[in-house]
């Protein structure tokens, strides 16, 4: 019989692993691959922050999965998974509905012999209290976008000329780590272009941006030469930066610092930490960890079952030669299908599966249109620091690399020209 892999996920990782399997061994009828997401398209997530500013407009970024299934030899599957029973090595997906609550798509299981889990991971607000009612999050698509309608909504609203309609929004964003820089400075484009497109009743220097770190620095996670640089462009553009900040509560008027501050703000983003999805934890006996990541061996495959895969955020995978896990990066996740794609051609062969060694190519911080900074890394060049025009060429080249890899090369070229030209004939930002 064929062998069947089944992927749960079509994110940075899984997405890039399905469309790589299914052109090889789907292809060939070596093996049956199916796709299985929770959602029927697929946007890069590091893109987001753009989507809530209104700088990239979802709709002209997304990926349908039939289509892209079609098109590489993969099966896809519509259904989030919730279950999991290894004897009979099945996935139980819950049942799905359509926008009226009517039901779409039945419960069901799905068999496998290879199992690989890529659902990603979700922010953590470590239950900080009122967070989950009050702030807003940046996982999904549709968080991004109801933060891009609630900023433009207080923009059309003094933009009517009511009297009583605020000419000033507040926003804060918890957690200075790259999502956060990164949206603050998007934001802070956005007040520019909206004022540019009339409507400027909100004056640019009164959309006024807040972001508060529980650490001692920005980037906290980055070394201290992108963090500096970072810090000082956030300050020039007008952000107010707060470190060794940590949000205590969150009200509907604001933040309260466990330091005793009160950061008043019409629109709070939780932007700090990432935990993985709850249904991971003890999913039948698998090994997990605290912010339910499974838990793997350098192979990847999951330490009480080698059916199992996991990998990109949702998977703790020791970094060889220190006491860390691999970070929960897209970068990573890249990696990780690229070993993939290797390591189920092999196991069904028989032979020995490789070992996941992380390589860190470095980081690249993009401030909007402002500025971008960043490292990059390699065996031969060490460590070679980077700002400006040259930074953001290589940020850029990350997703086209993501955008290689699920459309070939022909195909990215196209949709390059595509968006160069479509800038000439649409607003710079989203404006509905
Ligand atoms: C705003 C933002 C900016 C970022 N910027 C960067 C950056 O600049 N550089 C960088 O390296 N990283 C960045 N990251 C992190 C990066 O996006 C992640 O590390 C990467 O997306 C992880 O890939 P993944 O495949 O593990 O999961 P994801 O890309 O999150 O994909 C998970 C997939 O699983 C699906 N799914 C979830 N649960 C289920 C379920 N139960 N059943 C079925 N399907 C399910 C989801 O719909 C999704 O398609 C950023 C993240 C955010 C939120």
């Known amino acids: 019989m064929t062998h069947r892999i089944v992927i749960v996920g079509g994110g940075a990782g899984g997405l890039e692993l399905a469309t790589r399997l299914g ?55 519509l259904g989030r998974m919730t279950g999991l029973n290894r004897e009979t090595k099945q996935i139980h997906l819950a049942a799905t509905a359509d ?48 933060f891009h309608q609630q900023l433009l909504n207080h ?67 980055l070394p201290e030469r992108i963090g500096g640089p970072v810090h000082k462009t956030l300050e020039k553009l007008g952000v107010t930066v707060l470190t060794n900040s940590a949000v205590s509560e969150v009200t509907a008027e604001g933040l309260h610092t466990a330091n005793g501050q009160f950061i008043s703000a019409t ?22 960890n605290r912010i339910n990541q499974l838990q793997v061996r350098p192979t990847l495959q999951t330490t009480r079952d080698d059916n199992i895969f996991a990998f990109g955020d949702c998977a703790a995978c020791p970094q060889k030669g220190t006491d860390r896990n691999v970070p929960p990066r897209a970068q990573a996740a890249h990696q990780q299908a690229s070993m993939l794609v290797k390591s189920l051609k092999a196991r069904i062969e028989g032979q020995v ?33 980077l700002e400006g025009w040259l930074a953001r060429m290589f940020y850029i080249s990350l997703y086209r690399m993501h955008q290689v890899a699920l459309y070939g090369m022909f195909r990215t070229l196209m949709l390059m020209l595509g968006s160069r030209i479509g800038r000439g004939t649409e607003p710079r930002m989203k404006l509905h």
């Open 23 to 77: 052109k090889t061994l789907g292809k060939r009828g070596t093996a049956s691959v199916t796709l299985v997401d929770a959602n029927l398209t697929h946007i890069w997530k590091p893109l987001l922050h753009e989507v809530a500013a209104g700088s990239l407009n979802s709709y002209e970024d997304e990926l349908n999965y039939v289509a892209q299934a079609k098109w590489n030899h993969f099966q896809f599957q």
């Open 155 to 221: 923009y059309l609203r003094a933009h009517a000329g009511q009297d009583e309609s605020p000419t000033q929004i507040n926003v804060a964003i918890v957690g200075a780590g790259a999502t956060g820089v990164e949206l603050a400075a998007e934001l802070h484009n956005a007040a520019h272009e909206l004022a540019a497109y009339g409507l400027g009743r909100i004056k640019p220097e009164n959309l006024r941006i807040t972001v508060i770190e529980a650490g001692p620095r920005v980037l906290p996670a």
């Open 99 to 146: 926008e009226n609550g009517a039901e779409l798509v039945p419960a069901r299981s799905l068999d496998y012999d290879s199992l690989v889990i890529a659902v990603g991971s979700t922010t953590n607000d470590f239950g900080t209290q009122g967070a989950a009612e009050h702030c807003l999050f940046l996982d999904t698509r549709k968080q991004a976008e109801r």
């Open 267 to 288: 629109l709070k983003v939780w932007a700090a930490g990432i935990r993985a999805p709850g249904f991971l934890h003890e999913l039948d006996g698998l090994e997990s």
């Open 353 to 385: 599966l490789p070992e996941y060694k992380y390589q860190d190519y470095g980081s690249l911080i993009s401030l909007s249109s402002f500025s971008a900074v960043g490292n990059l890394m390699g065996n031969l060049m060490g460590s070679v620091m």
